[in-house]
């Protein structure tokens, strides 16, 4: 597991740069929680997932098994006591499930390994998820997390150049990361709709609450020669709740459906180092070429 905290926005992250990183970018996009001190609950919620890996100018495609569960509750503080969620029904066993406690006051359960809705649907009803989180020692119940309707937005396409399966970029210009426009097979990008661009191993994040069509990674902000793993997540959230708990923090539940691009960004060498690599190249060229020559000759 990978997680990952950015100042006043809170970011949960999955391993493999999959779940929990979006959802927290995503409610810090929103509300920006505002952390206090002692035990305060941030964010909870619900999310289904749909995983894709693009490699080149072609449309990304999903693995195997591309769909996936979250169950999550995020604070600030010292945390004890047993967090679970119960589910509306399904093979996912126990229910209800403990959430695994990440020591940072972090709870987090996950099922990722369904190769099509109907798969994940059977494990993991769609409907009223609950949550149990002894918040500030005093037993709470989170009871309508409705997760309904399997509305996962369209995966879009990343445009650039590609090479080796990365996106190139230059790290000594800012970078506009384009791709094609968020849809929502229900219809256009709503209220409850967020796209975000998140990288692993580079302090980079950026979120929209708008149907934007493009991000800007600023100079400076990769190194020459690095590779990082780049998510761009759209976020369908089609419950929220800011109510159910009584904390000293901006409680922000969730229940939603999310699309994730995974790819990797090459950070192209500086000019002098590409120089230095062609002249090798052609040197090397020129050498074989003359002993070519000299074998033909004898």
Not at 54 to 80: I, K, L, M, R, W
Not at 88 to 103: V, Y
Request: hydrophobic letters at 40%; a negative charge; charged letters at 10%.
């Amino acid at each position: 597991m990978v997680w990952l905290a950015l100042g006043e926005e809170g970011v949960i992250a999955y391993g493999c740069m999959k779940t929990m990183r979006i959802v927290f970018v995503f409610a810090g996009a929103i509300f920006a929680a505002a952390f206090a001190s002692g035990q305060a609950i941030d964010l909870y919620g619900v999310v289904k997932l749909y995983d894709v890996t693009q490699t080149s100018n072609s449309a990304p495609t999903a693995g195997a098994t591309p769909y996936g569960f979250n169950a999550f509750v995020d604070g600030s503080g010292t945390f004890s006591g047993t967090y679970t969620v119960t589910y509306p029904g399904g093979t996912a066993t126990p229910n209800p499930k403990t959430l695994t406690n990440e020591s940072d006051g972090s709870f987090f359960e996950e099922g990722f390994a369904y190769a099509d809705i109907t798969a994940l649907n059977a494990a993991y009803n769609n409907g009223l998820y609950s949550l149990a989180i002894p918040n500030n020692g005093a037993a709470q119940s989170v009871s309508g997390l409705n997760l309904t309707g399997d509305i996962y937005p369209d995966a879009p396409t990343i445009g650039g150049t590609w090479l080796n399966n990365r996106l190139q970029l230059d790290p000594t210009i800012n970078n506009t990361i384009t791709f094609s426009a968020f849809t929502l097979p229900s219809g256009s990008f709503g209220t409850g709709d967020r796209i975000f661009l998140s990288g692993e191993g580079v302090n980079y994040d950026a979120a929209s609450t708008t149907a934007v069509m493009s991000f800007v990674i600023n100079s400076g902000t990769l190194t020459a020669g690095q590779s990082y793993d780049f998510e761009l997540v759209f976020v369908n959230a089609v419950y929220t709740d800011t109510t159910s708990l009584t904390s000293t923090s901006d409680n922000v539940g969730l229940a939603g459906y999310v699309t994730i691009v995974n790819f990797q960004i090459q950070a192209i060498p500086e000019p002098s180092t590409f120089a230095a690599i062609f002249g090798g190249l052609a040197l090397a060229g020129v050498m074989i070429h003359r002993h070519r020559r000299k074998g033909q000759v004898a």
